[in-house]
C-alpha cells in the first residue's frame, strides 16, 4: 500500500469525500469516483504531488499513470505547489482579444512572479489557463479556484492583488 500523504485530520475529511462519491456508483465503477478524489486531495493539501496521485489510485484500484494522464489533462488541478492565492488568468482566444495576455504580464510584473511559478514572498503565483468558461464577460479570471471577477481590468486587476495583499 502506498502511504497516505495525509495528517489524520486531512485523512479523515479525505475519507469521507471519497466514500461519499463512491456510494453514488457501482463499487466495479470506482473509476467515476476519481475526479471528486483529485478535487479532494487537492482541496487538503493544495496540490496534487506524484505520491498524492499514487495514493489516490491505489485508493481507487486504478493505475497510477492513468490518475496522473487524467490530473494533468484539466488545467484546474495542480501538479506542483502554489502561492498562497494562486491567480488564473485566461488567455484563450475570447479572453486573449480582450486584453487577456497584457493583464496577465501586468499581474505577473505586479506579484513578482512569472508564470507557473511563486513570489519570493510565497502569497502569490500566477497561471494562464485555456479557458473559465466565461468567454461572454471575458476576460476572465479566478483565485484558488473561485471566480474573482468576470470583465477584467487593469484597473480591476490592481485593486484584487491590493486587496489580496491587505488581507495576506
Same mark, same amino acid.
Not at 495514493?55 to 497510477?64: C, D, G, N, Q
Not at 492565492?85 to 480582450?98: D, V
Not at 511563486?118 to 479570471?141: H, N, Q
Given at each position: ?44 493539501? #493544495? ?13 481507487? !484500484? ?13 488545467t484546474l ?21 480582450? #486584453? ?11 506579484? #513578482?512572479?512569472?508564470?507557473?511559478e511563486i ?36 484597473? !480591476? ?8 495583499e491587505r488581507?495576506?
Amino acid at each position: 500500500m502506498v502511504a497516505s500523504p495525509f495528517n489524520p485530520e486531512q485523512q479523515a475529511r479525505f475519507d469521507a469525500e471519497l466514500e461519499a462519491a463512491l456510494a453514488r456508483f457501482p463499487p466495479e465503477r470506482s473509476q467515476a469516483a476519481l475526479l471528486p478524489a483529485l478535487h479532494a486531495a487537492q482541496r487538503e493539501l #493544495g496540490w496534487l504531488s506524484t505520491e498524492t496521485l499514487s495514493y489516490v489510485a491505489t485508493r481507487l !484500484k486504478l493505475w497510477s499513470t492513468r490518475v496522473r494522464e487524467v490530473a494533468a489533462f484539466y488545467t484546474l488541478f495542480r501538479l506542483k505547489p502554489v502561492g498562497t492565492n494562486h491567480l488564473q488568468i485566461c488567455t484563450n482566444l475570447s479572453c486573449a482579444l480582450l #486584453g487577456g495576455e497584457k493583464l496577465l504580464e501586468q499581474a505577473c510584473t505586479r506579484v #513578482g512572479a512569472r508564470p507557473h511559478e511563486i513570489s519570493a514572498d510565497g502569497k502569490f503565483s500566477v497561471e494562464p489557463v485555456s479557458c473559465l468558461a466565461s468567454c461572454g464577460t471575458a476576460p476572465a479570471m479566478q483565485v484558488n479556484d473561485r471566480y474573482f471577477d468576470e470583465k477584467l481590468t487593469p484597473e !480591476k486587476l490592481d485593486a484584487i492583488i491590493s486587496e489580496l495583499e491587505r488581507v495576506g
